[in-house]
């Protein structure tokens, strides 16, 4: 019996490799191999005159920049194009502006893409130091995920840097009763990814259920909310809305059709700086907001912010 079953196990072995030959298939692909690679980015910045170079990678757990650096900082943040996003020439400017001002300060960066409402329960629960890029936090905001706070007790602002504006989105061809007066859109049926920022007066009418407000959780879902007759309007900022759905992987006909469906409300509500939010768990919360406001100061004034904004997509490699 042992005879037998041993030429049956040959003979299998025999089948086997002859499948191999005649396929061309090398025995180590049924090996289990790790066949991650790692992705490498570079982000270039002048300072003091001089060009330099960070050198980074994109790992199973985000970005990480100038690993050579003993002060690690962990960053949290959104898919949000133009400003930044994984699938942007060089993940757009706001991600290579951030990695430069936090190497000019000398810092190992770490940087993960987050759903918003995960991006922002991770710094304002400790697990990561700094939120980007943020609207202005109202005093009076309340923190969904430390209970009992205010956004603006466990989160320190940075200086601001260049945002865009905000607004109003409708369906193509109806009328919106804004005219500029929020107050105008009481009872109004408006759409908001959950966890945003977006203007002071708008996010306290909110908090006191002014609106009749119904949550997205990215901008995608947010536009298709007001195409499909959820809502009535959307707020955001158009720029990032348009992108958002052109980035999407929706087919060609599917983003024809949201797109082709929506338009801008004027006017437009108001410009909104962009800033970064710190962390108060944060070791060293104090100096990370001191750093990044000397680089912010540093770099606007030696032209380099605009140098990033400007050069956008343009600088890929």
């Not at 066949?35 to 001089?50: A, C, L, R």
């Not at 060009?51 to 900082?73: A, D, M, W």
């Not at 969904?144 to 602002?157: F, I, T, W």
């Not at 004027?266 to 060293?284: D, F, G, R, T, V």
Request: hydrophobic share 40%; aromatic share 12%.
């Amino acid at each position: 019996m042992m005879f037998k079953l041993l030429n049956i196990s040959i003979l299998k072995w025999l089948i086997f490799s002859l499948a191999l030959t005649l396929f061309n298939i090398h025995p180590i692909a049924f090996a289990n191999v790790d066949t991650h690679v790692d992705e490498k980015i570079s982000v270039g910045y002048f300072q003091h005159g001089k060009y330099i170079v960070i050198e980074g990678l994109k790992t199973s757990t985000g970005y990480i920049f100038n690993q050579e650096s003993h002060k690690i900082i962990k960053l949290s943040t959104l898919d949000w194009p133009p400003y930044i996003g994984q699938n942007l020439c060089n993940k757009g400017w706001v991600f290579k502006f951030t990695v430069a001002l936090l190497a000019s300060k000398g810092y190992q960066i770490h940087i993960n893409f987050l759903p918003w409402a995960r991006a922002v329960r991770s710094v304002e629960l400790g697990f990561s130091d700094i939120l980007f890029p943020e609207y202005y936090i109202e005093d009076s905001a309340p923190s969904d995920y430390a209970k009992g706070q205010r956004r603006r007790e466990v989160l320190m602002l940075s200086n601001e840097f260049p945002g865009g504006m905000i607004g109003f989105l409708k369906r193509k061809g109806e009328i919106s009763k804004f005219k500029g007066n929020l107050q105008d859109l009481k009872g109004e049926a408006i759409g908001v990814v959950r966890g945003y920022q977006n203007t002071p007066e708008f996010d306290v009418m909110m908090d006191n259920n002014e609106f009749n407000i119904v949550q997205a959780v990215d901008d995608l879902q947010l536009v298709k909310l007001l195409v499909g007759k959820r809502v009535n309007l959307i707020i955001g900022d158009p720029k990032v809305l348009r992108f958002t759905v052109n980035y999407s992987d929706l087919s060609a006909p599917e983003k024809a059709k949201l797109l082709n469906s929506i338009e801008e409300v004027k006017p437009e509500i108001k410009y909104n700086a962009l800033y970064y939010a710190i962390s108060i768990k944060s070791k060293n919360a104090n100096e990370i907001l001191k750093d990044i406001n000397t680089a912010l100061y540093e770099f606007k004034n030696s032209g380099e912010t605009q140098r990033i904004i400007d050069m956008g997509s343009t600088e890929c490699y």
